[in-house]
């Protein structure tokens, strides 16, 4: 056998940093499940007064967290669970189609040099801490906005959705929708962007040289190749905007309704705005509360981020 057939042995310490790396690894997923882990059993050690201690006095603790509305935990977080709910869904929708709109400019329609500072300033909001976006919305966008929501609430109230008077300032559900959707749109744009940036050319070439115009090649080639990021990066922003506290707290008036009324203030309330607004004056009881409801946040965004998980397997099949 000559020196040319001999197989090439793989260096001893090749096969040691491989199994580093490996073990590295495996403890950073395992550490992934211990912290996850963790929170789960703060929150619900935490909340564990309100679920096993004195009932009388857990009443009376959510009556006065409620303003006296009611003494049942889950009438007490079910309304702002939907308002949570509502504004996040609000806020994808109208951030989904601007986000990939910009995402497919970026990767197929601008020069490169716009593509580039375009990317630069998408990245930069991303970075933006939320309290700014707050600031912005409650500084700026209320008064700035009220003209076109009172336009709305006049030419199309006949939709529930839109149904007026319009409240002046508007802080209501629909500015908070706008302000979060801003939030989440770098996030879809971005992750939407680079996996537009990784369909295959040979792909495009297929579609062009059919005779399909760039629309066309997009519709045919680029979005079904992007269809599990564009689906992950949806899930990802809806994640966020369930989460959000500051910016919700700064603009929203709150209320505690099953309301659909975008344009009419204390109509909704969110989870977490709520639990920082309570917060600072809550007793050892109201702190269990406010942390019970933080648990049922923690679940629905486990949920949320599981199904997302599966529509992004069943979108790559």
């Known amino acids: 056998m000559s020196s040319q057939d001999k197989p090439v042995m793989a260096p001893a310490g090749g096969k040691t940093a491989d199994k580093v790396f490996k073990g590295i690894a495996y403890a950073c997923g395992i ?18 007064p309100l679920i096993g201690g004195d009932q009388a006095a ?8 409620s303003g006296g509305r009611t003494d049942n935990f889950w009438f007490y977080v079910l309304p702002m669970l939907f308002g949570t709910v509502l504004v996040s869904i609000l806020a994808l929708l109208i951030a989904f189609f601007v986000s990939i709109g910009i995402a497919l400019f970026i990767s197929h329609y601008a020069p490169k ?71 989440v749109l770098p996030i879809i744009t971005s992750m939407s962007r680079d996996i537009f940036l990784q369909t295959p050319s040979l792909q495009q070439e297929a579609a062009y040289g059919l005779g399909a115009t760039k629309w066309e090649m997009i519709k045919l080639a680029v979005l079904p190749f992007g269809k599990s990021g564009i689906v992950s990066a949806s899930m990802l922003a809806l994640g ?47 702190v269990s509360a406010l942390i019970g409801t933080g648990l049922i946040l ?20």
Request: charge should be positive; proline fraction near 5%.
């Open 298 to 317: 923690f679940l629905i965004t486990f949920v949320v981020n599981y199904a997302a998980r599966k529509i992004t397997e069943k979108a790559s099949a």
């Open 240 to 286: 966020r905007a369930l989460g959000e506290t500051m910016a919700v707290l700064m603009i929203l008036s709150p209320g505690y309704l099953y309301s659909v009324f975008l344009l009419q203030a204390s109509q909704n309330q969110t989870i977490a705005a709520n639990i920082a607004a309570q917060y600072p004056e809550a007793n050892d009881l109201g």
């Open 31 to 48: 550490l992934i499940l211990v912290v996850l882990a963790a929170v789960f059993l703060f929150l619900f050690f935490r909340a564990w």
């Open 58 to 65: 857990n009443k009376e603790t959510i009556s006065g967290l």
């Open 113 to 183: 040099k716009v593509a580039t500072g375009l990317s630069y300033v998408i990245d930069l909001l991303a970075a933006i801490p939320s309290v700014i976006y707050g600031l912005w919305g409650g500084l700026i966008l209320v008064p700035a906005i009220y003209p076109f929501w009172n336009w709305v609430a006049t030419y199309l109230g006949w939709i529930p959705l839109f149904r007026g008077p319009a409240a002046n300032p508007q802080r209501t559900v629909g500015t908070v929708a706008v302000v979060l959707a801003v939030m």
